[in-house]
């Protein structure tokens, strides 16, 4: 990789050496493939992949048997972003919806609010409502360490490199499914690179 000019402030610096740290914790047993072996498109230099984990054995490959993130209306959909440009790329702006085939958006939800979903109120009204089963009070299943070391958490992407994660919404997989990308910006010029809109069938 090439060695950053000495002038990069302190803070960017920090962030990609972050950025070139996969997102996932130090078990090696879900590697996520390239973004081209998942649907995907290429913009501006930027390929961007994405495949919703939407059955148990999916989930079970990157998270472990007992965490059933399907059974409590959580669909987790993996992304990858590969930057070719020769600049890095600034992540901390990205907005990743989930866009239904009659045009309903529904926005990724972090780990720390899966406490509150499916309470009265909570449920966003864009997307088909789900059954809820209750959380237990003891023991929760979606205090998993797995579910927060897999998220999707790079700020900033080195150019020539990629970074992985999971991103997830309260929502039921459906056929005709799309995936919405925008906010991602050159970490030089700070301009916004073109949105990202793709079905999930390749």
């Given at each position: ?45 930027v390929t961007i992949g994405a495949k919703p984990f939407d059955n148990d ?133 700070r301009e916004e690179i073109l949105y990202f809109e793709f079905p999930f069938?390749?």
């Amino acid at each position: 990789m090439t060695k950053k000019p000495w002038f990069v402030t302190s803070s960017i610096a920090i962030a990609l050496s972050w950025a070139a740290v996969a997102p996932c914790s130090t078990d090696d047993s879900f590697r996520p493939a390239a973004a081209d072996a998942y649907a995907h498109q290429s913009a501006d230099q930027v390929t961007i992949g994405a495949k919703p984990f939407d059955n148990d054995d999916l989930v079970s490959q990157a998270f472990g048997k007992k965490v059933d993130l399907l059974k409590y209306g959580i669909l987790p959909v993996l992304v990858v972003i590969e930057n070719k440009r020769q600049n890095a790329l600034d992540l901390r702006d990205v907005q990743v919806s989930l866009v239904a085939s009659d045009g309903r958006h529904s926005t990724s939800v972090s780990p720390e609010e899966f406490a509150s979903l499916g309470k009265q109120g909570k449920h966003p009204a864009t997307m088909t409502p789900l059954p809820r089963i209750p959380l237990p009070k003891k023991g929760n299943p979606l205090n998993s360490p797995e579910i927060g070391a897999r998220a999707f958490s790079p700020k900033m992407l080195p150019a020539g490199d990629s970074a992985s994660g999971f991103f997830y919404f309260e929502a039921k997989s459906e056929p005709g499914d799309s995936l919405y990308v925008s906010g991602l910006r050159d970490a030089r010029s700070r301009e916004e690179i073109l949105y990202f809109e793709f079905p999930f069938e390749k």
